[in-house]
């Protein structure tokens, strides 16, 4: 049998990069790149050059498993789809649709979103989330409120037509490798480049002007950039004038935000505040990216509120080389959002509280009734899981006892579950605590579309069979809601895409047979629209086209160091690893060149604390302790440490204190002692 190219899409970043699948016999033997794709150019990471390694790990889930006391049994698929539908079914009838909820996932297709979101409203469940509640649901807020859109404004090659690129809260050179090309080459045509970051990153050693940031304090350092560009005279009053309406309310509410002050409170200094206000507000083109390190915080929406007052005073917004851009994190996050896997949101981002979106998705779908409502998000179904309100619990692809802060309090909850079901390709910390778990397919073993962090719709192909007798998430979501008595009848995923081109304006025109070059970015309304790249061309979608800004003001971190935990820890991403490290840490060529759980400490901290560089030493926060390798570098700043998060142990350390609004947790500011293992 000759060998056949696959055209597939990247299963770990947002970034969407493309690529081939070379299969031969049936078996994927490696990849071929894809030079013309629009965002990766023939590129990948180290990540997406491993992305084959986990299809054939020993440790894939091979057939359905049911809980046998200590250990598992195998089952068929008939006896695990009725257990399930059971599972569920049986709190449904006897506490009402809301003691059961849902994670839908961000690793899966929009359509299998798209399935979850409505399984869930039409069994009359208000709960289903997913890990953007994890990234960037201050986005989803933040955004939507001041610019009335949550994703991207500019697409990722874009970036190379910008003349200032402000980059803060994100380590896109190891996070999403793929951007850091086009920032180079913007840099190679002059461009200036600013990074605000806890950390010297690798994306800091790009920097023009670096700006290293207590943890924690973003809003007073974008209120700090507003402050000077507004002392200056250095916004664009046509633009402020024309489309936006609350400026004088953000002109008084800074007015106290001098450099010397915000020094104060960032340990930045005021003379670079000054420089990165300047350049970022008399660039032609200035763009703005941002990522999880401007999102977890109890100021999650606040900072990005702030994000989008600075890009709407100096007009950096609709135009080639400018825009917001928040760099999600897996691959499908923005579909999974656009596709209604937020509690708040029904497809295509109509609120759930609004009777017109209940009367909408009703008559869309066919059925009686769906609820009205914001649902439980992701982090408060955990919590009433650990109430006994919440009964049982469908994950599809998620891993929140790895994922989610305060990990062992997650197991605690999901534990007193009466029935949890977890469908996923491995058996994951959470897959461990299932009645029920479900052998899926992975990306290469099923077809479907994705959306990049730009909204790119892509279709990716199937390219082998899944392992066993594993099957991918959209057939086993049919089944499973058929037994529930809903009538979902999809022979593949195309017929599901077409049920969201009619259903979700923003997908009207992204068919399938469109699809075929590199997708489309929407919004797309029709067959003859050629996707929207970039977005506020013709001002904001609120009335006479004005976008909102909003004020905000400083508020520390809810956690400080203190004398008994004298140091900040924060967490984020290393370039080998992803998220929780389901998959990359069964990629053997990724887990080789990053085997362990470390932290990073300053050398004067070292030298107190008598720790050399590859000791063990034990990192203790208010809510638990582990163990990691100290890495001793500058980096960081004295009393700030930082650890990845892809191994279990970081999340016992962190925190659940949450933004009010986004409900998102404070994952980058816990308080906490180290101390050497001797
Ligand atoms: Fe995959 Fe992201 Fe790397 Fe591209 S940048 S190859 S999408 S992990």
């Not at 006479?544 to 984020?572: C, M, N, Q």
């Not at 004295?638 to 947790?665: C, Q, Y």
Request: aromatic share 8%.
């Amino acid at each position: 049998m000759p060998q056949v190219l696959v055209p597939t899409v990247c299963p770990y970043c947002a970034a969407g990069c493309g690529f081939f699948i070379a299969v031969e016999k049936e078996r994927a033997l490696g990849i071929e790149y894809m030079p013309e794709h629009p965002a990766s150019e023939g590129s990948l990471c180290s990540k997406g050059n491993a992305a084959l390694e986990i299809l054939y790990h020993p440790d894939r889930l091979r057939t359905p498993l049911k809980r046998h006391g200590d250990g598992w049994a195998r089952i068929t698929w008939e006896e695990a789809l009725d257990l399930t539908a059971r599972g569920l079914g049986g709190p449904l009838k006897k506490y009402g649709p809301n003691s059961i909820g849902f994670f839908a996932s961000s690793k899966c297709t929009n359509e299998e979103n798209y399935l979850i979101e409505k399984l869930a409203r039409v069994l009359g469940s208000k709960n289903v989330d997913g890990c953007a509640r994890l990234c960037h649901a201050p986005s989803v807020v933040g955004l939507n409120r001041t610019l009335g859109a949550a994703g991207m404004t500019n697409p990722i090659k874009d970036l190379a037509n910008s003349k200032c690129i402000f980059v803060i809260g994100s380590n896109l050179a190891e996070n999403h490798p793929i951007l850091s090309r086009w920032i180079h080459r913007a840099k190679d045509s002059g461009a200036v480049v600013i990074v605000a970051d806890p950390r010297m990153t690798h994306t800091a050693w790009m920097a023009d002007v670096f700006l290293q940031l207590k943890p924690g304090t973003d809003v007073a350092l974008l209120n700090g950039l507003i402050h000077v560009i507004i002392k200056e005279g250095l916004i664009d009053r046509e633009y402020v004038a024309k489309w936006t309406r609350g400026y004088e309310e953000l002109a008084e509410s800074v007015r106290d935000y001098t450099p010397e002050k915000v020094a104060e409170i960032t340990g930045i200094l005021a003379g670079d505040i000054v420089r990165a206000a300047r350049s970022y507000a008399i660039s032609p083109a200035s763009v703005i990216l941002y990522s999880m390190g401007i999102t977890q915080h109890t100021t999650g929406t606040d900072n990005v509120q702030a994000i989008a007052n600075l890009a709407l005073i100096c007009g950096h917004l609709g135009r080639e080389g400018t825009g917001v851009m928040p760099l999600r994190g897996q691959n499908n996050v923005q579909g999974a959002c656009d596709m209604g896997a937020l509690a708040d949101f029904y497809p295509g981002y109509r609120k759930a509280d609004d009777p017109e979106t209940i009367e909408y998705f009703r008559a869309a779908w066919g059925v009686d009734s769906v609820p009205l409502g914001r649902g439980l998000t992701a982090t408060e179904m955990i919590d009433k899981a650990g109430t006994g309100e919440i009964k049982a619990i469908y994950i599809v692809g998620e891993d929140p006892a790895n994922s989610d802060p305060c990990s062992q309090n997650v197991r605690a909850a999901l534990d007193n579950l009466e029935f949890l079901v977890v469908q996923d390709i491995f058996m994951t910390a959470t897959a461990q605590l299932a009645d029920v778990v479900l052998p899926a397919a992975a990306w290469a073993e099923k077809e479907g579309t994705y959306t990049s962090t730009e909204r790119r719709v892509q279709w990716s192909a199937k390219a082998i069979e899944p392992p066993g007798s594993a099957r991918c998430d959209l057939d086993i979501i049919c089944e499973i809601a058929k037994r529930l008595g809903a009538q979902f009848n999809y022979p593949d995923a195309a017929s599901v895409l077409a049920e969201i081109n009619r259903v979700v304006p923003q997908y009207g025109g992204i068919t399938r047979p469109r699809l075929d070059d590199f997708g489309l970015i929407w919004p797309c309304p029709n067959l003859n629209h050629p996707g929207t790249p970039i977005l506020h061309t013709q001002g904001f979608k609120f009335s006479e086209g004005r976008a909102t800004i909003v004020p905000v003001s400083y508020k520390p971190a809810a956690e400080d160091s203190s004398w008994d935990y004298p140091f900040i820890l924060t967490t984020g991403r290393v370039a080998v690893h992803h998220n929780a490290g389901s998959m990359t840490r069964r990629s053997p060529s990724l887990l080789e060149r990053e085997p362990n759980l470390f932290v990073e400490i300053n050398p004067f901290d070292a030298l107190r604390l008598k720790v050399a560089d590859g000791d063990e030493v034990t990192v203790t926060t208010p809510r638990g302790e582990t163990v990691a390798y100290a890495r001793i570098t500058e980096r960081l700043k004295k009393g700030v440490a930082f650890m990845p998060f892809h191994f279990p142990g970081t999340n016992i350390l962190t925190s659940e204190v949450r933004d009010p609004e986004a409900m998102i947790p404070e994952f980058k500011v816990s308080a906490c002692k180290i101390t050497r293992r001797d």
